[in-house]
T-cell receptor
Framework: AQSVSQHNHHVILSEAASLELGCNYS??????LFWYVQYPGQHLQLLLK??????LVKGIKGFEAEFIKSKFSFNLRKPSVQWSDTAEYFC?????????????FGQGTELSVKP | EPEVTQTPSHQVTQMGQEVILRCVPI?????FYWYRQILGQKVEFLVS????????KSEIFDDQFSVERPDGSNFTLKIRSTKLEDSAMYFC?????????????FGPGTRLTVT
């Protein structure tokens, strides 16, 4: 069965600090990978996605993620966080051969950025 | 930009009552989903719906749950006899096409509180 694990439950950073949120998945087949963000009081929004090609993907708001197949990882990074990045971040996968494309989510990481 | 909308934003109900959660997916999307997130836990897949039928459902989606697309715009989740453990945030999502390559767009969620 598919599963997704996010290493950090709550991360607290000061503005301008660098961010890396860990995500590992478990699945025997080929997957598509996603990072979603949920700002306070808002809905889940897609930050970035990986389907194929260059394993380093760039998303919105200066975020990027790197797919390392050998490690089953898809870590999210940002070189310099801002107060407005305070949100909850969810890693998710779906199996490429699943027509329905249901998403399996990690447990989320709450990011608090201090001004 | 088109959005998925959900109503109500918060529903309070008594145990044993029926509730219907409503969603309006993005108009040209073909695939629809319900997910839920119990407070402090992962976002979990409940059901996917395509071509007027359920395409996949999780173990959570038992006989107490049903989904319907009663007209060309709405997509509903019904819980026949609510239990305390059904208290959660319920997210609707939609996707334009079949297959895992396409992004799911999420609504803002309905917070269901069962007392």
């Amino acid at each position: 069965a598919q599963s997704v694990s996010q290493h950090n439950h709550h991360v607290i950073l000061s503005e301008a600090a660098s961010l890396e949120l860990g995500c590992n998945y478990s699945y025997g087949g080929t997957v598509n990978l996603f990072w979603y963000v949920q700002y306070p009081g808002q809905h889940l929004q897609l930050l970035l996605k990986y389907f194929s090609g260059d394993p380093l993907v760039k998303g919105i708001k200066g975020f990027e993620a790197e797919f390392i197949k050998s490690k089953f990882s898809f870590n999210l990074r940002k070189p310099s966080v801002q107060w407005s990045d305070t949100a909850e971040y969810f890693c998710a996968v779906n199996a490429r051969d699943n027509q329905g494309g249901k998403l399996i989510f990690g447990q989320g990481t709450e990011l608090s950025v201090k001004p | 930009e088109p959005e998925v909308t959900q109503t109500p934003s918060h529903q309070v109900t008594q145990m044993g009552q029926e509730v219907i959660l409503r969603c309006v997916p993005i108009s040209n999307h073909l695939y629809f989903y319900w997910y839920r997130q119990i407070l402090g836990q992962k976002v979990e897949f409940l059901v996917s719906f395509y071509n007027n039928e359920i395409s996949e459902k999780s173990e959570i989606f038992d006989d107490q749950f049903s989904v319907e697309r009663p007209d060309g715009s709405n997509f509903t989740l019904k819980i026949r006899s609510t239990k305390l453990e059904d208290s959660a945030m319920y997210f609707c999502a939609s996707k334009i096409m079949t297959g895992g390559y396409y992004e799911q767009y999420f609504g803002p969620g309905t917070r269901l509180t069962v007392t």
